[in-house]
């Protein structure tokens, strides 16, 4: 399966979250297919092209973003911190039970920007440099 077809896939719910199901259904939907289109493509990244890698198995969503997030080159780091936001905003609206530092009281703003984040996660991902 080719990740950035779930980007496309989340780009037209979100271009269309007015005719479909609920605005906010759509756009909770949105959310959660752009974060797992960055996190994946990250984790094949990570998984194929990373010196140094080791399987984490079960529940990678936290580990891989400690492994961007912990590593000296600071691209990567970056990309670590912005999936790390993406997830918390990907838990709130897949579960709507997070307690943390997030709520959500505009969905179409909200969705539109995770787009755009998730998006700029796959751009760097792709011109990321052998280590």
């Not at 005719?19 to 909770?28: G, I, K, L, Q």
């Not at 400690?66 to 993406?86: A, E």
């Not at 943390?100 to 969905?107: A, L, Q, T, V």
Request: charge should be positive; aromatic fraction near 10%; hydrophobic fraction near 30%.
């Amino acid at each position: 399966m080719d990740w950035n077809d779930y980007i496309q896939l989340a780009k037209e719910v979100y271009s269309q979250r007015n005719s479909m199901a609920t605005e906010e259904a759509c756009c909770r939907s949105v959310i959660s297919r752009a974060y797992y289109a960055a996190f994946n493509i990250a984790e094949i990244r990570q998984r194929t092209k990373e010196r140094g890698y080791k399987p984490f198995g079960l529940g990678t969503h936290k580990n891989l973003i400690k492994y961007y997030i912990d590593h000296p080159d600071r691209k990567r780091k970056k990309i670590g911190t912005m999936l790390d936001r993406l997830l918390d905003v990907r838990n709130f609206c897949d579960y709507d039970s997070y307690s943390g530092k997030i709520s959500i009281s505009d969905y179409p703003t909200q969705a539109e920007d995770t787009l755009n984040k998730a998006e700029q996660v796959i751009a760097r991902v792709a011109v990321l440099k052998p280590r």
